[in-house]
């Protein structure tokens, strides 16, 4: 398409292709210790153990942002984009 | 690290504490968790935070997190604070405090913070045991558990903290779990948000050691039982005593607006500097 979307509208609007929705959960393995707790409370199962006894996103989906699997998980290893925690802008520096 | 922070570079020192040392499904950093997002929503500065611990596993969160931090000596962090808060009455001072850390070695420090209604808030994290030293009995064991010193059964009763607390003068005392983190998410914001001395006792698994001992299974099974074992403050009063008996009572038990002593204290100064004597 040669045509440039006009000011002020979306590339949907534009070109009317619906923006694909990322999941909505993330786990960081490399903090994961497999407690399993996230696992078993998720209201919708949108988790599931894997084999390397870490947690996976299998059915993100379903995922309906609750953030409960964030606020419980012990290890910070769960991010939900629509927990209601600000994020910090702040980039790295100091003792992180 | 993870490319993305769940709570961001702004609360943890994620580069170079991470990951933790605590057990998988050890309950202190969800505790840790509620912390954190009961600052993040009040908005405050780090560098106005102080964040005291005395020694144990759940005296190590002030590692973990980006405050001003002082890990102390065991049963100390409300003797610590007490100095700081009174050096820096500015400062938001948080003890972070195992139930041995503040009811066994430390428990004279607390009952006098409470009854001078010292402006710290004191998050206890209760675990039922000494978590770091092996699982050993604290004074909030429940008679009848299994530790590794009591391995026929705990023969004493155990302290109430809500009740003590309350007992000897706190502000503000409430009782939540890991379980109910969103509950106690509002309890410790409300913790902070206030004068004197202020309490929030969290229950927490410790399955490393008392859930082992116990057969409670593991961080899961031992989630549950705070759901199915606890019930709200609110609830409970509204269910026939059979339904509640046996669970543990969850929510706000004080809440009071009682001068600290931070304001007493600046009051005796001003007397004093003014030539008053009443
Ligand atoms: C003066 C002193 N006595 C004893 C100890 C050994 N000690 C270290 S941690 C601890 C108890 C920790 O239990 P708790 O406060 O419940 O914390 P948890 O590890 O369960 O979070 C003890 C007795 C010590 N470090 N210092
Ligand atoms: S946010 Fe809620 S629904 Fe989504 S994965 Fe987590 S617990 Fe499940
Ligand atoms: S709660 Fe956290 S540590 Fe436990 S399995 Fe889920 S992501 Fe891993
Ligand atoms: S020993 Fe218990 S309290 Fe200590 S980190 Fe392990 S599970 Fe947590
Ligand atoms: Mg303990």
């Known amino acids: ?96 | 690290m993870p490319a993305r922070l769940p709570y961001a570079y702004k609360y943890l020192r994620a580069k170079k504490k991470f990951p933790h040392v605590w057990c998988p499904g050890c309950g202190i950093g969800i505790v840790m968790g509620s912390i954190i997002r009961a600052i993040d929503s009040l908005g405050w500065e780090l560098d106005d935070i102080l964040m005291v611990s005395g020694i144990g596993c759940t005296s190590r969160m002030p590692v973990y997190v980006d405050f001003n931090t002082l890990h102390t000596t065991h049963g100390r962090a409300l003797a610590f604070g007490t100095g700081a808060k009174m050096a820096n009455p500015n400062l938001k001072v948080l003890a972070v405090m195992g139930d041995g850390d503040s009811m066994a070695i430390g428990g004279n420090h607390i009952i006098h913070a409470a009854r001078r209604n010292m402006d710290i808030t004191a998050i206890i994290v209760n675990n039922n045991n000494y978590g770091m030293t092996g699982g050993q009995f604290s004074p909030t064991t429940p008679q009848g558990a299994k530790t590794a010193t009591t391995p026929y059964g705990m023969i004493e009763p155990d302290f109430d903290i809500c009740k003590l607390t309350e007992a000897a003068g706190a502000n503000y005392v409430a009782r939540g779990d890991v379980y109910h983190v969103m509950e106690l998410d509002g309890l410790i914001k409300n913790a902070l948000s206030g004068p004197g001395f202020r309490v929030v006792e969290a229950m927490a698994p410790c399955p490393t050691n008392f859930g082992r001992a116990n057969r409670q299974g593991d961080a899961v099974k031992m989630m549950e039982l705070f759901k199915d074992n606890t019930i709200n403050v609110a609830q409970a009063s509204k269910l026939p005593k059979e339904k509640t008996e046996g669970k543990i009572v969850r929510g706000i038990f004080v809440d009071k607006d009682g001068i600290g002593y931070t304001e007493r204290y600046q009051d005796l100064c001003d007397r004093v500097s003014s030539g008053v004597k009443k």
């Not at chain 1, 707790?37 to 006894?53: H, R, S």
């Open chain 1, 1 to 96: 398409m040669s045509e440039k979307p006009i000011k002020g509208q979306t590339k949907e609007e534009h070109c009317g292709a619906k923006k694909k929705k990322t999941p909505a959960v993330h786990i960081f393995p490399e903090w994961c210790k497999g407690c399993g707790i996230c696992v078993a409370f998720c209201p919708k199962q949108v988790l599931e153990m894997g084999d390397d006894q870490k947690a996976h996103v299998i059915y993100p989906e379903k995922c309906i942002e609750c953030a409960l699997c964030a606020r419980r998980c012990p290890e910070f290893a769960v991010y939900v984009s629509g927990d209601t925690i600000k994020e910090s802008k702040k980039k790295s520096g100091g003792e992180k």
